[in-house]
C-alpha cells in the first residue's frame, strides 16, 4: 500500500544563483512530502525550461533556499534530500539520494558537501506516486547508509540500506513483493534478520554481511 502523507509542496522552483553582474534566476520542480514520522522529503526534478546549470551542479543552493522557504521549522538532519533526472535518450529516469553537510551561521541553515548514492531507476518515475510508493523506505533514510548493492543474474539491481532500526530492501526486480514495509524477493529479509548478530567491532562486516545475502539470493535462484 502506498504510505499515507501530506504534500507540503508541488511545483516550480526559483532559485537563485550568483553572478559576478548580477543575480540570475533558474528553475526546477520541487515535491516537498511530509510523513507520519515526522520526516520530510524533498525531490528536486530538473527542468526541460532550465536553461542554466544543471540541478546536480547547484543542488546545495537549490537545498539551502528549499529549506529558508519552506522547511525552516524542521530540523535540518529529519529531511531527506532526492534529486530526480527524468529519462532520456541517454539514460532511464533514477532518483539519487542527497547526503548534504549542514552548518547554521547568523540564524541561517547552509547544506553543503552533497553526497550522491543512487537509490532508484526506471523507464519512467512520477514524482509524487515515487514519494508515496516509496515513502515507508524514504522516510527512514535520514540516518541510512547504503551497505550492499548487487545486479541479480537477470540485470536487476538490488540495494540494502541500514539504519539504527533495521535494513531496507529497495529493487528493480518485479518479482520483488512488499512484506513488513520492505521489499523483498522470499528469504531475502529473512537472512538480512538472522544476519543481524554479524555487526560487531571485530567482525567484517562486510564480508559477513554479503555472505549472508547472497545466501539469500542463492536460496531463490536469483
Not at 526534478?45 to 522557504?69: F, H, M, P, W
Not at 541553515?109 to 506516486?129: G, H, L, Y
Not at 529473512?190 to 547472497?214: C, R, W, Y
Request: proline residues 5%; hydrophobic residues 40%.
Amino acid at each position: 500500500m502506498p504510505e499515507k502523507m501530506d504534500m507540503l509542496f508541488s511545483g516550480t522552483f526559483q532559485y537563485q544563483l550568483p553572478h559576478p553582474s548580477r543575480i540570475h534566476a533558474d528553475q526546477c520542480a520541487i515535491d516537498i512530502a511530509r510523513y507520519d514520522n515526522g520526516v520530510h522529503c524533498a525531490m528536486m526534478t530538473e527542468s526541460k525550461n532550465n536553461k542554466g546549470l544543471s540541478v546536480t551542479n547547484v543542488c546545495d543552493r537549490i537545498a539551502t533556499q528549499v529549506y529558508a522557504r519552506f522547511l525552516a521549522d524542521i530540523p535540518a538532519d529529519k529531511i531527506v534530500w532526492l534529486e530526480h533526472s527524468p529519462a532520456s535518450r541517454m539514460h532511464k529516469a533514477h532518483v539519487d539520494l542527497i547526503q548534504f553537510q549542514h552548518t547554521l551561521k547568523k540564524g541561517i541553515v547552509s547544506f553543503t558537501n552533497p553526497q550522491w548514492k543512487r537509490f532508484f531507476e526506471a523507464s519512467q518515475i512520477v514524482s509524487i506516486d515515487f514519494l508515496k510508493n516509496y515513502g515507508y523506505t524514504l522516510k527512514e533514510l535520514c540516518n541510512a547508509n547504503m551497505v550492499f548493492a548487487i545486479e541479480d543474474k537477470s540485470n536487476y539491481y538490488w540495494r540494502v540500506w541500514a539504519n539504527p532500526e533495521g535494513f531496507f530492501i529497495v529493487s528493480s526486480n518485479p518479482s520483488a513483493a512488499l512484506p513488513d514495509n520492505m521489499l523483498d524477493a522470499h528469504g531475502v529479509t529473512q537472512v538480512l534478520k538472522n544476519s543481524q548478530h554479524f555487526f560487531g567491532p571485530d567482525i567484517d562486516i562486510e564480508e559477513q554481511f554479503t555472505a549472508a545475502l547472497m545466501k539469500g539470493f542463492l536460496d531463490k535462484g536469483l
